[in-house]
């Protein structure tokens, strides 16, 4: 978050702008792009009938012999000092193997944060682990309970009697402002930018709009709760862990526990729901550690309590977006500034103003994000972290805009859509946000929205239709490692210990895989999972798909200089290079002339060698300093609400995606409509109710944090407008996460469009509809 | 497991709870979340096992339900149309999990100003049943219920049963509740209503409101003005200033006073209006 990395990272910029295109990844377009093969076809998740079966065995089920259970003791209050810790009773409860307090537990390291700068880092909270008798946040973990069974460890963990001398913490949002800090950087971008003098041009705009939006905490609330099972033998560790981040995993705890990396394995080849939340907090550091002490396999699963009050969640914001407009309506101001909780004991700084960057073209722009230092647990990475609510804040500014202005907004929008990134003038990779806009109006019936608000309605029900944009960047890691094992019955298997949440990153790249090696479907084995496997880095970002692709790119390259080479003077491929053939039909084939071909089979075959092996890694990834290269979505949004009581019920809801290639429809649409029904829970009823006053939450579980129901959820219509990403893998950018963005500006603004009322705080519940001047 | 207790009669379960410090636990749904915990604390006595405590019997003086009745029994019994309000909330207290293990019983004795069961009893003129060592009392809901959270109920006694007595089966009732979504929500505001109507007239009026005051209650000046009135008329008879009077509703995280107060009115019209709909032939 430093300088040093601003100065850092536009050196690389610059410096990759002089480069010619040809010489970098993406300078020559994937020629898997526009390929009918297995990619794009609608191939079922793998996993899936092991999945219905039961089969699919998660972290927190894994049998061993001798296992036993942990319960965790966490604290009821903010800041303070224990005073009194009185085990006795737990340690003579029944069953009871240890009580791991700050007193007894191994004095560990602190885990490195994970963060651009340190991409090989996984830690979500900088905080010491049981390591003394400080209280830092509510929530915090007091004491692990071991016990023969779950029973015996729960029934002692109350046994516990904890006193604490308590002292004073920051817990209020607002009585924190004056205190916030401005970071340099907010990831990879600097923090503050302009351009001309937005705050005049505001001033002078013939239009303008200049209003401040809120967004509360939200909490993650995956299927599967964070369980794991820690197993040592000797000095060697196994643990199985539900992760985003297997090899990062692995390496972080070698380091924390001074273990050697090949001595610690990490297995994760299910997962049940990522969306940020699966990384490294304390629960893994400490059944690692109650494992060595009693020498017995530990299992941890924390409830969904825990999960709301030790696994961070989505900071709260408080966000300025401005807007002025010319005559025509073209942007000449465009301002986005604004408040969020990070403590510096966290990873997340939730870049709310990183999408509205790219958004628009206008004449200036300020930007800029201020972190408010709460006593909190820290706060972390939630589906979208930043687009999510910075889109709901930009996108019903566009709105008020549009409705002051008498313009469509779609129309309003098409008026400012950018030539070039509005901020550093690189052209953008692909970008077809103005189809998407013309595709989306068309199919959702747009002309049948009135411009006036409350023009349409239905007895005492309000009609209205709203639309917002969306967007995400597209991010590739660096370093993914992978194995290609191709051996002489023409079978391969691709491993990398990268990680797969549920959304089917197996089934995809076995697609990418068959085509890649040119094989048929059922000759691919993908394995992953597994941090004994070439090392992957951490799924996030919405990275994967395509830094897995890259790496397979890469190790296919490889593979195919390693057959040449064996396939020697006696085949047809003889003198050759590697750019002169193709893997297709199961070997290698001229390019210039087909007839020239040998099967993999027959290569090795005549080399008498049973397999072949190579491991590579991706290019760095170095696209993306020359090129702007985002994802983007329209979302168009027809709600109801009564004009009595202000119920609001959203209809039916369309997503229309500029996300280069799908590599598997069916799967896209589960992942782009999963995203807008997270959009849908964020506008109507998510929210941490937090007591500023004790600095708890108050609603740790789902009875009251309530994420979207079947019958909250309506008709969701999604479609894409499938242009493949010349600088990308496969033409694909990640699709994980840009289906949540605009969801809520959207509801937010058909809301208006139907009632008249401007609702500038979510979530958009009844009462705020009754109660709200209308704008 | 030591600290559960099941006794098979209703004598054996009074005489452990008189020994103190013993907690009654029906379906638990309330109870167990309240704890905060992974298990329950203390002595819990299970009232479920209890003869009588479960289901729905007729005499000449009305009609008796068992505090251990479940909501989905109570959705499913074939009962008198003055009962169709308490059916209506049955459905929608929770989902089904919580409406199968779920006790009407439960549902008063946690007294939550909330609780969907109480304005359709309300509206019954229910009495409750209550045994203790020293006997059996009976008193009226409104009664039993002292204030959130709080009831007449001795920490030694049980709730056994409800009466509804004869003359408030007539009639036909209806509820409504308003949360923040359609479905599985706390109620911000919810109604019963019963009605008798007579050659087109109000003859009768019950109304009651739930969760906008310390406890669900009854609004005698609204039941007044309805009363006698023409059915076609009577929606437009309740007034938002009447019903506000009634109630002393709070701000809270779910819904202002305001609204709160307002959306009452708005449904106990609705309510009205639905029981006073003429009937297609
Ligand atoms: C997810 C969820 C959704 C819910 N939704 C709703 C809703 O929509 N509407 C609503 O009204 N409620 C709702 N509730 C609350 C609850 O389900 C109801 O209040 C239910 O009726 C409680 O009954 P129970 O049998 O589970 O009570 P329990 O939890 O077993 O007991 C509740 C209280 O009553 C006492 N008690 C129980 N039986 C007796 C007895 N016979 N004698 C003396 N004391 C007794 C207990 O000691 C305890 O204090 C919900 C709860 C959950 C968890």
């Known amino acids: ?775 | 497991m030591t600290d559960f207790l099941r006794p098979a009669t209703v004598e054996d379960a009074l005489a452990l709870m008189a020994a103190g410090g013993v907690v009654p636990l029906a379906g638990g749904t309330d109870l167990y979340p309240a704890t905060q915990r992974r298990a329950l604390p203390g002595l819990v006595l299970d009232v479920t096992g209890l003869p009588g405590l479960c289901g729905i019997t007729t005499g000449p003086a009305g009609l008796r339900i068992g505090a251990a009745t479940t909501w989905t029994a109570l959705a499913r019994a074939t009962l008198p149309p003055a009962l169709a309000a308490l059916q209506q909330a049955a459905v929608e207290v929770g989902g089904i999990q919580i409406q199968n293990a779920g006790t009407i019983g439960g549902n008063l004795c946690n007294a939550s100003p909330a609780a969907d069961g109480v304005p359709p009893l309300l509206v019954l003129d229910t009495e409750v049943e209550l045994v203790g060592h020293r006997g059996i009392r009976r008193l009226p809901l409104s009664q039993f219920l002292t204030g959130p959270r709080q009831t007449a109920r001795q920490a030694d006694e049980l709730l056994t049963a409800l009466h509804i007595p004869a003359s408030a089966l007539s009639g036909q009732s209806h509820f409504r509740k308003l949360g923040a979504r359609a479905y599985l929500v706390i109620s911000i505001a919810m109604v019963a209503v019963r009605l008798d109507l007579q050659a087109g007239r109000i003859s009768h009026a019950a109304l009651a409101v739930g969760a906008c005051s310390a406890t669900a209650c009854r609004l005698p000046q609204v039941e007044s003005a309805l009363t006698g009135a023409p059915a076609a008329e009577a929606p437009a008879l309740i007034r938002d200033a009447d019903v506000a009077a009634a109630l002393s509703p709070l701000d809270d995280l779910r819904a202002t006073a305001a609204y709160r107060s307002g959306a009452a009115a708005e449904l106990l019209r609705r309510s009205v209006a639905t029981l006073c709909q003429p009937v297609p032939a």
């Open chain 1, 1 to 775: 978050m430093s300088r040093v990395q601003n100065t850092l990272i536009e050196s690389v910029r610059k410096v990759v702008g002089w480069v010619p295109e040809r010489w970098l990844p993406g300078g020559t377009p994937d020629p898997l792009i526009g390929r009918h093969g297995a990619v794009g076809t609608q191939l079922a998740q793998l996993d899936g009938p092991q999945k219905v079966r039961g089969a699919a065995r998660f972290a927190a089920e894994v049998p061993l012999e001798g296992l036993c259970y942990a319960a965790l003791v966490n604290s009821p209050v903010t800041r303070g000092r224990i005073t009194r810790l009185d085990t006795a009773a737990a340690e003579a409860a029944p069953g009871v193997l240890l009580v791991l307090t700050y007193r007894n537990m191994p004095r560990l390291g602190l885990v490195p944060l994970m963060g651009v700068t340190n991409l090989g880092a996984v830690g979500n909270s900088a905080l010491p682990i049981l390591q003394d008798d400080q209280i830092r946040y509510n929530g915090q973990v007091m004491a692990l309970v071991l016990a023969e069974t779950q029973q015996q460890a729960d029934h002692a963990a109350r046994l516990i009697d904890l006193s604490v001398d308590t002292a004073p913490a920051l817990s209020d949002f607002q009585a924190a402002k004056p205190e916030a800090r401005t970071p340099a950087s907010i990831l990879v971008e600097r923090n503050e930018q302009s351009a001309g003098d937005a705050e005049a041009a505001l001033r002078q705009a013939a239009f303008s709009t200049d209003a401040t939006y809120t967004t509360p905490g939200h909490n993650h609330a995956a299927i599967e709760l964070h369980g794991v099972t820690a197993h040592w033998t000797g000095n060697r560790l196994v643990l199985h862990d539900a992760t985003q981040a297997v090899a990062p995993t692995a390496a972080a705890l070698a380091k924390l526990f001074g273990l050697r990396r090949e001595d610690v394995r990490v297995l994760s080849p299910f997962v049940g729901g990522g969306f940020g939340a699966k990384g490294f907090w304390d629960h893994q550091v400490l059944a690692v550690a109650a494992a060595r002490m009693v020498d017995r396999p530990v299992r941890l699963m924390l409830s969904r309590e825990a999960v709301f009050r030790m696994v961070g969640g989505r900071s709260p914001t408080e966000q300025r977006v401005a807007i002025g407009a010319d005559a025509e309506g073209r942007f000449t101001a465009l301002i986005h500034t604004g408040y969020s909780v990070m403590p510096p004991y966290s990873a997340s700084p939730e870049q709310y103003t990183l999408g509205t960057r790219s958004l628009y073209r206008a004449q200036s722009y300020r930007f800029g994000q201020k972190h408010l230092d709460l006593d909190i647990v820290p706060n972390t990475f939630m589906r979208a972290p930043g687009e999510s609510v910075g889109s709901f804040a930009v996108e019903s500014a566009v709105d008020e805009l549009a409705h002051a202005m008498d313009i469509d907004p779609v129309e309003l929008r098409l008026r400012n859509e950018p030539e070039t990134h509005p901020l550093t003038g690189t052209p953008f990779s692909q970008r077809a946000l103005a189809t998407a806009w013309r595709q989306g109006a068309d199919r959702f019936g747009w002309d049948a929205r009135s411009t006036m608000p409350r023009a349409r309605r239905d007895g005492e029900w309000l009609l209205g239709m709203g639309c917002a944009a969306g967007n995400f960047p597209y991010v590739r890691m660096p370093s993914g490692a992978l194995r290609i094992r191709l051996t002489r019955d023409g079978q391969a298997t691709l491993s990398t210990s990268a990680q797969d949440m549920g959304m089917g990153t197996a089934t995809v790249q076995t697609q990418h895989a068959a085509d890649r090696l040119g094989l048929p479907l059922d000759a691919i084995t993908f394995e992953m999972g597994d941090s004994d496997l070439p090392a992957a880095p951490v799924a996030g970002g919405s990275s994967q798909t395509v830094s897995i692709a890259a790496a397979i790119a890469a190790a296919a390259s490889k593979l195919t200089v390693e057959l040449l080479r064996l396939a020697g003077n006696a085949s047809p491929l003889a003198g050759l290079r590697a750019g002169e053939v193709r893997l297709a039909e199961g070997g290698l084939v001229c390019i210039e002339d087909p007839t020239r071909r040998e099967t993999y089979g027959d290569i090795l075959t005549r080399a008498g060698r049973d397999e072949i092996s190579v491991t590579e890694t991706g290019a760095p990834p170095l696209e993306i300093f020359k090129y702007a290269m985002l994802s983007h979505s329209a979302n168009f949004c027809e709600v109801r609400v009564s004009d009595v009581t202000g119920e609001l019920r959203v209809t039916r809801l369309l997503g229309v995606f500029d996300v280069g290639t799908i590599l598997n429809p069916r799967m896209a649409v589960s992942q782009l409509r999963g995203g807008m029904i997270m959009g849908l829970g964020m506008a109507l009823s998510e929210e941490v109710l937090f007591d500023e006053r004790s600095g708890r939450i108050m609603n740790p579980g789902l009875a009251d944090y309530h994420i979207p129901a079947h019958l909250d959820v309506p008709e969701i219509d999604v479609t894409w407008t499938g242009i493949p990403d010349p600088r990308s893998p496969l033409g694909a950018r990640g699709i994980g996460e840009i289906g949540i963005t605009g969801v809520a500006a959207a509801i937010a603004n058909a809301v208006f469009n139907a009632t008249g009322k401007r609702l500038r705080d979510l979530p958009l519940t009844l009462d705020r509809l009754i109660g709200a001047e209308g704008a």
